[in-house]
């Protein structure tokens, strides 16, 4: 597990020398470490031909570079399956975990787990695999 560490101090000054001094660590783990451990700890297995989604992360800025504030950002389409179901008898799955898929604005529902946010939904609800 790969981390990044910052160390900040703050010291404010008075006319008579230093009066406080303040140290912040920040440590952040990679992205990447993140995704292997969602898709292979994810406690949830679907039922039938439903797959659970981790949609991907809104647009921060547009192309022209204007930052889009939260209340104006759009719902994501797209994101990575996390688990499948068995599928039917009748309709096989085609779906595998690590697909990056596009889906519809309003398809499935939304559930949090240990605050990371998913969809689960139908197979069908899903437009394509890119």
Not at 21 to 40: A, E, F, P, Q, W
Not at 47 to 54: H, K, P, S
């Amino acid at each position: 597990m790969s981390e990044c560490h910052f160390i900040l101090t703050f010291f404010l000054f008075n006319g008579f020398g230093i009066k406080y001094v303040h140290t912040l660590t920040i440590r952040k783990k990679s992205s990447n470490d993140k995704k292997s451990n969602i898709m292979g700890k994810l406690s949830i297995k679907p039922l039938a031909d439903r797959v659970v989604i981790e949609p991907a992360q809104a647009e921060q800025k547009t192309a022209s570079g204007i930052i889009i504030p939260d209340t104006a950002k759009e719902k994501p389409q797209k994101g990575t399956v996390v688990a499948v179901g068995p599928g039917t008898t009748e309709n096989p799955l085609t779906l595998k975990e690590g697909d990056v898929v596009l889906y519809g604005k309003y398809a499935g529902t939304e559930f949090t787990i240990d605050g990371a946010n998913y969809l689960i939904m139908r197979e069908s609800d899903i437009i394509a695999i890119i």
